[in-house]
């Protein structure tokens, strides 16, 4: 296994080393990832082909659907290849997938990971195209699937362990910060102050007892120091809530939840109304979820399928369930589907995961029967008016 995690050390100002792997340690931001994948991982990404008469039609057996919903490649699954590509969007701006292909039919096998952004060279040739250099391999851009983050130049992702440096390095000391804090058993954190000059005896006497006695582990931990001959007890440094550390702990948080654009009340503690909590979930799926879901399907649609079929098929993220996420909110939009004909009973039934009915008007659309179209109306209203002048 590769050891680039550690090999980038980038410091903060507050003295706190940025690379991957101590931003993932930050709790606030693992949980944003493990989110947001989540969420994405729990939609469809299926392929539609577009009817010759309008609208599409979900086509199941296309290669790209098998590819991204059974098996990327073979060392991960669909909900892995997705966690990992969001981890990197989050950290390094950039996701890269080496698009392999056989040799004649140039049908896609495998999407592999390719495991540091940062290592990835990116350039741009004579005719205006980007290449690629991956452990000293040189790929045409059909033969790499590149999901950026926000970009300068709209080829390379800016990088987001470098933009929000200070912002981590924020998070981590306060974590690192806390840990010394009790780490050393600071709940009487100070100095021992004596009138008199002692001697080394009884100063290593004196040090050794109040190790044991009020040390970390020791029998009076966090108890009350009882001194003698004069010895006073000086508290030097602030506690985490004189010093303001929890406010700064949650404004950390803030900071990360502005970044992922994941709602704050999902990263902490929190008890948000229960309007409140639907209407910051509702602006979680709206501003964070479906521009990333474009921001994936635009790539993968230009990549992944054959000239010949760009334009007419296309992947997607299937957002019925999320966009409509209680029970009561799929009914009644289900009801408003069917009843207007936009649906079968069976296409319905198959948006909730229910196996079909065997009834042949399960396949067939309703329409309320009081509706017309509007050249008929306006045929009717001059039949009735007509009508009424000759009388």
């Not at 741009?124 to 250099?133: D, F, K, L, Q």
Request: aromatic share 8%; hydrophobic share 35%.
């Amino acid at each position: 296994m590769s050891m680039w995690w550690g090999q980038s050390f980038n410091y903060s100002s507050s003295g706190a080393t940025v690379t991957p792997q101590t931003i993932l340690s930050i709790p606030a931001f693992y949980r944003a990832v493990n989110i947001i994948s989540g969420v994405l991982c729990s939609m469809p990404l299926e392929v539609y082909s577009e009817n010759s008469g309008g609208g599409t039609t979900t086509d199941k057996r296309h290669p790209v659907a098998k590819l991204l919903n059974f098996r990327p490649s073979s060392m991960y699954t669909p909900y892995t290849f997705i966690e990992t590509m969001i981890l990197h969007l989050h950290v390094h701006g950039n996701f890269y997938a080496i698009i392999r292909r056989t040799g004649i039919t140039q049908d896609i096998v495998s999407l592999d990971i390719v495991a540091n952004p940062s290592e990835v060279e990116t350039s741009v040739t004579t005719r205006n195209e980007p290449r690629y250099i991956i452990n000293k391999q040189s790929y045409k851009p059909e033969s790499v699937l590149h999901i950026k983050g926000i970009s300068w130049d709209g080829i390379l992702g800016e990088d987001t362990k470098t933009v929000h440096k200070e912002n981590f390095g924020l998070a981590l000391s306060i974590r690192q910060y806390l840990s010394k804090f009790f780490g050393n058993g600071a709940h009487l954190s100070g100095v021992l102050e004596s009138p008199t000059k002692l001697v080394q005896d009884v100063y290593d006497r004196l040090v050794k007892s109040w190790k044991v006695r009020y040390g970390k582990g020791g029998s009076d931990e966090g108890g009350t120091a009882i001194l003698e001959n004069g010895i006073t007890y000086k508290p030097i440094s602030l506690s985490p809530a004189d010093s303001g550390t929890t406010d700064q702990r949650r404004g950390s948080i803030a900071d990360i939840a502005l970044i992922t654009g994941v709602p704050r009340f999902m990263l902490e503690e929190s008890d948000p109304t229960f309007n409140n909590g639907e209407t910051l979930t509702k602006q979680f799926v709206n501003y964070t979820i479906l521009p990333l879901c474009e921001r994936i399907t635009d790539e993968i649609n230009y990549k992944l399928f054959p000239e010949r079929e760009q334009g007419v098929k296309m992947a997607k993220f299937n957002l019925s369930k999320l966009l409509s996420a209680d029970t009561e909110q799929r009914a009644k939009r289900l009801d408003t589907l069917a009843k207007w004909g936009m649906i079968t009973p069976n296409e319905g039934r198959a948006m909730e995961d229910i196996n079909p009915s065997t009834d042949p008007e399960a396949n067939k659309l309703h329409f309320p029967v009081n509706m017309l179209p509007a050249d008929l109306v306006g045929a009717q209203n001059q039949n009735t008016n007509g009508a009424g002048t000759g009388n």
